[in-house]
DNA sequence: AATAAAATCATCTTTTTTAATGATTGATGC
DNA sequence: GCATCAATCATTAAAAAAGATGATTTTATT
């Protein structure tokens, strides 16, 4: 029984490394591929493969929607999340959605295959540096409630303390109090290096 | 004559994405390819191709490095950058750097084709939506002094006026008037907005 | 050599942020 | 029901950034 394998990504020369790495693999058929998230909808309406590789950047839909939609609709249907960079939180996100797993585009052939079969057995894979990294930003990345994230990204779109106060109808008190747990909780000392740590971690 | 081409690129789904593309074309000579820059650095020692395609992103030296470095060494070999994302300052820095064009990942079969032979001509090539960021990227990323720059980083680090006064050796208001440029010419209100911006353009 | 641009410094005012402390209310989880 | 945490607000003060203007000295560029 063959592993029927789809894959999801905006860039050709992805697509058709991995079509060329896993063409001559026995224990892989081949079903296609899509370069947007609708395109993928519209196939799955027609086929089913076993594994959906998903890159987590597509042009219309964000790959945790989709990934996310397709769970829900066909939940036969194993996702593993494919991307370039090893953003944790993104990474995340996709594994809370439903992802089985998730390889870096560094993989090699091996690789793949070794994930394919992990996810078709009911386990989850990731790759070394995405383990290594989810499990360092445990500690490294603070944790920070939804009113923090709020005023967050509020701060980042340069809004002042009082013009937030206004927006969330709150006190300019309170929005100082989470400012400053904001700092607190990132360890830093001003608004500069807090937008840089939250951009570097994509929460902005 | 064949176009003989290597590829430089530290994703393997990449390199064998374009190996795969461009192997039954009868003007293209594939010599191989390299993972990172030392390895590049050591291929062609031994032979010359014709076109190098080089990711930006390598995992020890920048493809922008790498580049300067290639097109010193070796001017008859000619260099297209190639990477996922549309980074204005990046694909600037290629090109001042002896690059001959610029292809993004997501690139049909047909269009490196045309990249290589208008290369060969000669001529640069960009992609599409490369040429057209570059263009707006001149109205819309301000050009800023090194000392402005510099600020900038000093900033993004956390840094007080005061600090980076004792550390350039210059007065506090100086300082201040490099930062109220640099809210000037980024059309920004405060540090926050000036932070993320710098960050979205991948400046710090 | 002349012009323009960059880097430097000064003064003064207003706004904003950061800091330090304390306290109340409501929700969540055990 | 009790403990914990999130969210709210208050007061006061110091530090920092932002805004407005003007001026001098290097450094590039033509």
Redesign the interface.
């Known amino acids: 029984m063959k592993i029927k394998v789809f894959v999801v990504d905006?860039?050709?020369?992805?697509?058709?490394?991995?079509?060329?790495?896993l063409q001559n693999e026995n224990d892989i058929e081949w079903m296609g591929h899509a370069?947007n998230a609708v395109s993928c909808l519209a196939f799955l309406k027609q086929q089913l493969p076993d594994i959906i590789l998903m890159d987590v950047?597509l042009p219309d839909v964000s790959g945790i929607e989709l990934c996310k939609q397709v769970r829900q609709l066909y939940p036969s249907v194993f996702v593993l999340g494919l991307s370039?960079f090893n953003q944790q939180p993104i990474i995340r996100n996709m594994l809370e959605n439903g992802a089985s797993g998730y390889v870096?585009?560094?993989?090699?052939?091996e690789e793949l295959l070794e994930a394919a079969k992990a996810v078709m057995a009911g386990k989850s894979y990731l790759s070394f540096d995405v383990a290594l990294s989810l499990r360092k930003t445990d500690d490294e990345l603070p944790i920070i409630t939804r009113r923090e994230k709020e005023i967050l990204l509020l701060?980042?779109?340069?809004l002042?303390n009082a013009e937030m106060a206004a927006k969330l109808f709150i006190s300019i008190p309170t929005v100082n109090t989470h400012r400053k747990s904001l700092l607190n909780k990132f360890n830093?000392?001003?608004?500069?290096?807090?937008?840089?740590l939250a951009?570097?971690h994509h929460l902005?």
């Open positions: 905006d860039h050709y020369m992805v697509i058709e490394g991995i079509r060329s790495l370069t950047n370039t870096l585009k560094n993989a090699t052939k701060i980042a779109d340069g002042t830093v000392n001003n608004t500069a290096s807090l937008i840089k951009a570097k902005i």
